[in-house]
């Protein structure tokens, strides 16, 4: 049975003396619950798993309930409270949940109860719900991102350009045979699942149209820079700026697409700039073209950007484990591709998946305005797209 390294990570803090609750955040369909299932399994506590992912919301009376029923599991006949687990999965979705939670878990403590609590939300949802004020010092998180690369690999034995097209999606990679039914799928009950739970359920948005379009958009032009104004444009409609800017916030909330600011070196001009868009799954990016498998590595233009897409989803997944923030740039007509920033470290990237024998204007322009970085070339003459795409972006700080 294939299972992702977090679960070692889960075990181990789930195995330790009662001090913290575990918060596993991650998108719709990545392996959250089938975690907390496999940890289950190796844990070998009475435990008690519960859900609020149901088209309408639980009240903060569930959580007690369902926490009773755990705390239930801590008692036995000698009389002496044994280790138990309660795990609760779709938290963000319960209103005020946060504060009974921490009114639970007080008790827990004060009464010396060693029950465990392992917590599943959408990131970072999840958090904006007060988990950082409400919960502080009482929790740990666990970040469980897209399937990268090597573990589609290693439990379907798909191929780079398989991955590339398909993306990360575990869920869907029995249905990729028959191309239209993993389409209807992926888009009826992953993409609009998410949209529809994950964010108009639990967030005000007064345009639910103009978000999907949005996300439809930016699934369109993953890999490219596109300003607001021009997203209004393509959008036609009446809507502003910060609206669009808020609803591809919410967008890239539950790991779906997001806006790369421009890097600047200051952060002020990096939030005024226009964003590239990038997807977090290329899967969303080939659901929504009109291109099959073959016909999309036919086309050499769109297969480099879904290309550039996968190496740049693979950054923001990868970043998001090992910390890091992720940008672009340009000036003029010179680009750097992606821009990597943790602490004073630089590294600028650029893919080229068409000819060799490209120069590289835009690395040398970045680095004659921002001074010591480190430059990579992935494609053709530099690091093989399947090199990259299997290497752990943590290594990319080893020298």
């Known amino acids: 049975m294939f299972t992702r390294p977090v679960l070692d990570q889960l075990l181990q803090r789930l195995r330790e003396p009662r001090k913290f609750m575990q918060i596993l955040l991650g998108p719709r369909q990545v392996g959250k619950t089938t975690l907390a299932r496999q940890a289950i399994e190796q844990i070998v506590i009475p435990t008690h798993f519960a859900t609020a992912d149901e088209p309408a919301l639980k009240s903060r009376g569930w959580i007690a309930q369902q926490w009773e029923a755990a705390r239930f599991l801590c008692h036995n006949l000698e009389g002496t409270p044994q280790p138990a687990l309660l795990i609760l999965d779709e938290m963000q979705k319960i209103v005020g949940w946060s504060e009974t939670v921490k009114r639970l878990w007080d008790e827990d403590t004060a009464a010396e109860l060693p029950l465990r609590v392992l917590l599943l939300g959408s990131s970072p949802l999840l958090l904006r719900e007060g988990l950082s004020e409400s919960l502080a010092g009482r929790f740990e998180t666990l970040r469980v991102t897209h399937w990268s690369y090597s573990e589609m690999r290693e439990a379907f034995g798909w191929d780079v350009d398989t991955f590339i097209y398909f993306g990360g999606y575990p869920g869907t990679a029995s249905l990729i045979e028959d191309q239209d039914r993993w389409r209807h799928y992926l888009l009826d009950s992953l993409v609009e699942t998410t949209i529809s739970r994950d964010i108009l359920l639990t967030t005000r948005v007064d345009k639910p149209a103009l978000l999907r379009r949005l996300f439809e958009l930016a699934c369109r032009y993953s890999g490219q820079e596109l300003s607001y104004q021009k997203m209004i444009g393509q959008l036609?409609?009446?809507?502003?700026?910060?609206?669009?800017?808020?609803?591809?916030?919410?967008?890239?909330?539950?790991?779906?697409?997001?806006?790369?600011?421009?890097?600047?070196?200051?952060?002020?001009?990096?939030?005024?700039?226009?964003?590239?868009?990038?997807?977090?799954?290329?899967?969303?990016?080939?659901?929504?073209?009109s291109y099959n498998f073959q016909e999309a590595r036919d086309d050499k233009i769109w297969w480099g950007r879904l290309t550039e897409s996968a190496v740049g989803a693979h950054l923001l997944n990868g970043l998001g484990r090992s910390g890091g923030e992720l940008y672009y740039w340009r000036e003029r007509n010179?680009?750097?591709?992606?821009?990597?920033?943790?602490?004073?470290?630089?590294?600028?990237?650029?893919?080229?998946?068409?000819?060799?024998?490209?120069?590289l204007p835009g690395i040398d322009a970045f680095t004659g305005a921002f001074g010591k970085v480190r430059s990579l070339l992935v494609g053709r003459e530099g690091i093989e797209v399947e090199r990259f795409l299997e290497m752990p972006v943590s290594m990319l700080w080893e020298r």
């Open 334 to 359: 010179r680009e750097v591709d992606f821009v990597i920033e943790r602490g004073d470290d630089l590294i600028a990237i650029e893919v080229k998946s068409g000819g060799g024998g490209e120069k």
């Open 236 to 289: 036609q409609d009446a809507g502003n700026t910060t609206t669009l800017a808020g609803y591809l916030d919410l967008l890239s909330g539950v790991g779906m697409v997001t806006g790369l600011q421009k890097y600047a070196g200051d952060r002020a001009r990096q939030r005024a700039s226009s964003p590239k868009l990038q997807v977090y799954n290329t899967a969303l990016m080939s659901a929504l073209s």
